[in-house]
């Protein structure tokens, strides 16, 4: 489960964030497997919370994989807090990354190796997904949000 702001649990679906993340991180561990160990590699031992609207969970590597954990990270070398608006609209390029950090729309806490850490992990992601027949799908399960409204 994934703690809201206030404590009462969501369940994760397939619609949530943390659903769609965990779909796609399978999904390029299949469809582009040598991209999806460069994403491991860069996480490394960094962990990364993550708060989209009321979804909080956390990234690390593990086990030569991507670990998501639901709810908040007991110790996190960078943080992130933002909006599936945000991410869509970075995603669509209405907004570009930095200009979402420089407005507040997406917050990142830590150090700055772990922020850097952090970034290329992302990169990382991107690169993979762009290769991955499913990405358009997947970002289109992100697009349809549970409560149908953007």
Do not use: C, K, W
């Amino acid at each position: 489960m994934v703690e809201q702001a206030a404590g009462a649990p969501v369940e994760p679906t397939t619609r949530s964030v943390v659903g769609v993340l965990r779909r796609s991180l399978e999904h390029l561990a299949a469809e582009v497997p040598e991209s999806y160990q460069r994403l491991v590699a860069d996480l490394d031992r960094l962990v990364v919370e993550v708060a989209v609207d009321a979804e909080v969970f956390s990234l690390r590597a593990g086990r030569g994989r991507v670990e998501v954990v639901d709810g908040h990270a007991a110790t996190a070398g960078a943080s992130i807090a933002t909006t599936r608006n945000t991410v869509l609209a970075v995603l669509d390029a209405e907004v570009a990354l930095a200009e979402a950090v420089e407005s507040g729309r997406l917050e990142v806490r830590g150090s700055l190796d772990d922020i850097l850490r952090a970034y290329d992990t992302l990169t990382a992601y991107v690169h993979a997904a762009i290769r991955a027949s499913s990405a358009p799908g997947l970002i289109d399960a992100l697009r349809n949000t549970p409560d149908g409204v953007r």
